[in-house]
Structure formats: structure tokens, C-alpha cells
């Protein structure tokens, strides 16, 4: 048994039942010597044999298993999610022994994306999700012992200091939306209509099966694969018009099960619209929910979100939506009094016929209301 460096990295090298074991541990002596310290206590107590023999499995084939057996069988988001990240984590881990990766393998690889590549937190730490939970798996089925990675954290923060976990929030004007449905047609035309009007994702509408949707109560019914958990979706006039057309001119149950990616994003550069994905439909659907006056908690159950605290994210106002807003305490807290008063000369240029009170009488409702618009016209 011993320990060596090599390009600054520290390594242990070992026997156990007759199999030679080597383990890079990173820049540290100090914790090179402890873990060598700690394998002799293992070997010597047998528990090594039962932890770190047992799999031979790489990261690769690891990883082909997860999304063949769980991923692709029970997760509608699996290629946008699952083997999206793992494309990129195989050329870095892929040949390695899963059990042989360390954390301070992974921590390194994180920063590396982080600072070299410029990528955000949030997929830093959604590969790093990925990772684990692959892994986790893995345990479950018995290809692997244990989790060498468990311990890794998240990254808090993006480079600039931002919070990793701040969701972009971004949503449609009424204006590019047009420009949006302008620009496109077919099938495409309709996935972006109902979108905005369900607030459906990417991956519920590729698998939506027209077997699913009840015309006569106007509802659509998700099974979620992975938990058997069922959600009704409700469908307003324009979603079931959508739907209705597409099932009569439809071949299939599953019309818009096809990747639709590369077409979005050529309709959104010939739109002109800018930082926009097709996510953003969802938080278009959202925000122009609170900006029509429903309440945040019917919007959460729309949205089927878990929490309020996701909902919060979602509930992003125009400042020029706020401001219409907030004239309705007008009505509420200060009556307009129209006061005729000649005697009183003005001050400032400005007549001292008519002010603000409160305490006193509604002038008629029409003419705040004229009040109101002239107001917002005007500004």
C-alpha cells in the first residue's frame, strides 16, 4: 500500500483479494494518506469487500442502462432533460469506473463549467442532479454499492453573484405574440396556441394523446408515468377549437409527438423576438393570468405546481399593468369631491376648484371612469 503524486494529483494505491486498486484523490497529501489510512481499516475489518469491489460498472454503461430502463420508459422530459446532460458528462466521466469518480472529481468539473465554459448555476447544477440521481438508481438496481458523489453541493451562485436558484422569468407581450403567430402555421401554429392557453410543457404536449381529452367537460387528463399521478387540465374555447382541429385532420393519436425544437426557434428569429424559449410560453400563460386578475392560488393549481413558492415566480407584472392596478384603491379609499370655490385664488398658476378628500361622497362612477381613462391616455 502506498500513496503518489502525479501532475499534482495525490493517489492511493492498494491490494484487495488479490486486486490491485488504485484511487486518485486530489491536491491534498494530508487526505491521501487519511482515505489510505481508512481502506486498510475496511480490508482489515472485510467491509471493503462488500463496498467497493462489487462494481466494475462505468459511468457510460451506467448511464445507458438509466436511460433505457427508467428514463426513456418513465420520463416524459427524458432527451430534453435527462440525455441532454448526460451528453455532456459522458466524454468527461464515461470510461471511469462509477465508484471510482471522487467528489473532488465532480467539484472540479463544476467550477470548470462554471468559469471555462459560462454556463449558469442552474445547469451546473441540474447536470449535477442528473448525476446523482442516475447513480441513485443504479444503487436501487444493485449495479452500484454506493453513491461516491452523495456528498457534493450545489453551486449557490453564478459568476456575477446572482443566485443560482433565480428562475428566468420571461413572458410574451400581446404584440410579439402576434408576431409570433404571424410567422408561423400548421401544426407548429397550433402546439404555440395551446401552450399559451394551457400552460401545458413542452413534454406534456408532445405526449398529449387526443384519447386523453374530454370534449364534452372541456378537460384533459395527464397521467404522469413515473408516480401514477393523474391531473386534469381545464380547456377554455380556443384550446378546445385547437384540439377539435387537429383531431379531425389527424392520423394519429399523438399528432404533435415530434422534436419541434429547431422550428420554434426559426420562427422566433423571423418574429424578432429576443431571450425567448419555448418554456416561456408556460410563464406567458401564468403571468397573463395574474395580469387579468386570478388569483395566485387558482393560478398555482392551474400551473399543478406543489408549492405557492414556484407560483411566486410566475406571478411577474408589467409595471404598466401594475400601475392601471393600483388606480382601483382610487374608487375605494379617495372619493373624488368636485368643490366650487371662486374665493380661493389660485396658488401656482393653478385653480383651487377641484382636490382629493377623503371622508366625502362618490362623484358618479362614470366620471371616475372618464377620469381613469383620460388619465392613462394621456400618459
Not at 201 to 211: D, H, P, V
Request: glycine share 6%; aromatic share 10%.
Amino acid at each position: 500500500m502506498a500513496i503518489f503524486a502525479k501532475r499534482g494529483e495525490w493517489f492511493i494505491d492498494y491490494y484487495v483479494a488479490g486486486r490491485r486498486m488504485r484511487e486518485k484523490i486530489g491536491p491534498s497529501k494530508k487526505l491521501a494518506e487519511d482515505v489510505l489510512c481508512k481502506r486498510k481499516l475496511e480490508i482489515a475489518e472485510g467491509k471493503f469487500l462488500d463496498k467497493k469491489v462489487a462494481s466494475k460498472i462505468t459511468f457510460k454503461e451506467l448511464a445507458n442502462f438509466y436511460m433505457e430502463e427508467y428514463s426513456k420508459k418513465y420520463k416524459a422530459s427524458w432527451e430534453s432533460h435527462d440525455q441532454c446532460r448526460l451528453n455532456v458528462l459522458s466524454p468527461v466521466f464515461g470510461n471511469r469506473r462509477v465508484e471510482a469518480i471522487m467528489s473532488s472529481d465532480v467539484d472540479r468539473y463544476l467550477l470548470g463549467r462554471l468559469h471555462k465554459d459560462k454556463v449558469s448555476a442552474r445547469t451546473v447544477n441540474m447536470e449535477l442532479g442528473v448525476m446523482k440521481a442516475m447513480i441513485n438508481w443504479g444503487i436501487e438496481k444493485g449495479l452500484v454499492k454506493e453513491n461516491p458523489i452523495q456528498g457534493v453541493k450545489r453551486i449557490k451562485k453564478n459568476i456575477d453573484g446572482t443566485p443560482a436558484d433565480r428562475e428566468r422569468v420571461r413572458f410574451l407581450t400581446k404584440d410579439e405574440y402576434a408576431r409570433l403567430l404571424e410567422h408561423c402555421g400548421g401544426n407548429l401554429r397550433k402546439i404555440i396556441i395551446l401552450a399559451v392557453n394551457t400552460g401545458l410543457r413542452k413534454s406534456e404536449i408532445r405526449r398529449l394523446s387526443l384519447n386523453d381529452i374530454d370534449f364534452s367537460t372541456a378537460t384533459l387528463t395527464l397521467l404522469r408515468q413515473k408516480n401514477g399521478e393523474i391531473s386534469r387540465v381545464p380547456l377554455n374555447q380556443t384550446a378546445i377549437q385547437i384540439l377539435l382541429e387537429t383531431k379531425r385532420g389527424s392520423t394519429t393519436d399523438e399528432p404533435f409527438n415530434y422534436n419541434f425544437r429547431k422550428a420554434f426557434e426559426t420562427v422566433v428569429g423571423k418574429a424578432k423576438i429576443k431571450d425567448f424559449r419555448f418554456h416561456d410560453l408556460r410563464h406567458t400563460f401564468a403571468s397573463w393570468l395574474v395580469m387579468e386578475g386570478v388569483d395566485i392560488f387558482t393560478v398555482k393549481e392551474l400551473m399543478r405546481h406543489k408549492s405557492i413558492e414556484l407560483t411566486m415566480r410566475y406571478s411577474h407584472l408589467s409595471p404598466a399593468h401594475k400601475a392601471r392596478e393600483v388606480c382601483r384603491l382610487d374608487k375605494v379609499v379617495l372619493p373624488v369631491v368636485v368643490v366650487e370655490n371662486e374665493k380661493k385664488p389660485a396658488k401656482n398658476g393653478h385653480r383651487m376648484d377641484t382636490f382629493w378628500t377623503p371622508n366625502r361622497k362618490f362623484i358618479e362612477d362614470v366620471i371616475f371612469e372618464d377620469y381613469v381613462n383620460s388619465f392613462y391616455s394621456s400618459n
